[in-house]
């Protein structure tokens, strides 16, 4: 097994990698659950893994109570942390018992929210069933709903007590989620780790293929990538976590005008984000243009989208700005951008012009 510590003083826990884990799960919650109680909350479409979980909990002596919640993005609404949280005050759980998400990111992010308020924060575990989310959103305590507003705009630091990674889980996962989730796994090499990256364009074909070992290795060094830049700046206040953001502020813009959907995958987005940001980068006089051509060449070779026409988003760049306006962070006309010098070295920019982008996407072919 691997385990890879997250180190965050009190708030320190460990995330273990390991092909079949699930069905050992309950061994490792075990000392989570003092009062021998715990809740589940699964996305509906994973039967099979909740069957296999619970079947665990049984084995180590864990009484479990569990609700579904439907897949896709729009669970992440008032709607269901509502219906969330009911249920849980109704299972009578206590702060000390776990909650645990079992799920992909969309999952983890409406039960860590739900766990972070419901009684001033409950013991979180999460067991994440996509790529995505066993790379990303269930490390590093980021939790959100989204609103009309935009994504990921009502939410709580809420670091879990424990995450449990079952590499196995991903034999079932939709080839295209599988894409999705890998875009993520890239953007590592691209953030910081140049030697990451050649190691993807390597080995990415046998990962999405489901190499086992391809696809474990990838997960704990992505897990110890993230697990790095999260115990540097845990709330994202120096600019180190955000740089977790590559490719976000224009792909939720390019998610946003897609109208979650589905039509348009997170990690999908996300992808043509990236190629974007090296794009404008380029622009800017910053990288040269060999970068970002290597990168798209890598998204077509894994099935992903390489910039504006691929993502096959119908919006004007006036409405991709207008997304990107309603940014969490974003401030009048400027909004902080990641930009790149070249592949693995990408840095924080605090004042870029958005009319600068608007004439940037103007450029883009559609
Ligand atoms: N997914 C970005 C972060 O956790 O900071």
């Known amino acids: 097994m691997k385990v890879v510590p997250m180190s965050l003083g009190d708030r ?45 909990l049984d084995a180590a002596g864990l009484g479990w109570q569990a609700i579904t919640v439907p897949a896709g993005e729009a669970a992440k609404s008032w709607g269901q942390l509502e219906h ?24 983890g992010d409406l039960v860590g929210f739900a766990s972070a308020i419901l009684k001033r924060g409950c013991r979180l575990v999460q067991i994440p069933t996509t790529l995505l989310a066993q790379v990303d959103s269930s490390v590093g305590g980021k939790t959100a709903i989204n609103t009309r507003a935009g994504k990921n705009l009502i939410g709580a630091f809420h670091q879990p007590a424990l995450v449990l990674i079952d ?8 080839a295209r989620e599988l894409r999705a989730g890998y875009a993520e796994v890239v953007k590592y090499g691209l953030i910081d780790d140049f030697a990451f990256f050649q190691w993807c364009e390597a080995n990415g074909a046998a990962l999405l293929a489901g190499d086992p070992d391809a696809r474990e290795q990838a997960i704990a060094h992505s897990v110890a990538a993230k697990a790095r830049i999260v115990a540097e700046d845990e709330h994202e206040t120096t600019g180190r976590r955000a740089l977790l953001n590559l490719g976000h502020t224009f792909g939720h813009a390019l998610e946003a005008a897609a109208g979650f959907d589905g039509s348009l995958l997170h990690g ?15 622009e800017r006089g910053l990288c040269l243009g060999q970068d970002p051509a290597r990168l798209k060449a890598h998204w077509r070779a894994s099935g992903l989208p390489d910039g504006l026409a691929a993502a096959k988003v119908k919006a004007s760049s006036q409405q991709l700005i207008e997304h990107m306006r309603h940014d969490k962070k974003g401030s009048g006309g400027r909004i902080p951008f990641l930009l790149a010098r070249r592949i693995g070295e990408t840095y924080l920019d605090r004042d870029v012009d958005l009319e600068d982008v608007a004439a940037f996407l103007d450029r883009q072919p559609r």
Request: proline share 5%; glycine share 8%; charged share 20%.
């Open 167 to 174: 590499p196995d889980v991903l034999d079932t996962l939709p």
């Open 12 to 56: 320190s826990y460990d995330v273990l990698i390991e092909a079949g884990l699930l069905a050992r799960a309950g061994d490792h919650i075990a000392p989570f659950a003092p009062r021998r109680a715990v809740a589940i909350v699964a996305d509906e479409t994973i039967g099979q893994h909740l069957a296999t979980l619970t079947a665990s």
């Open 84 to 107: 969330v949280c009911d249920r849980l005050l109704a299972f009578e759980i206590e702060r000390s018992d776990p909650v645990i998400a079992l799920g992909g990111g969309v999952v």
């Open 268 to 282: 999908e987005a996300v992808a043509a984000g990236c190629a974007l940001a090296f794009d404008y980068s380029v």
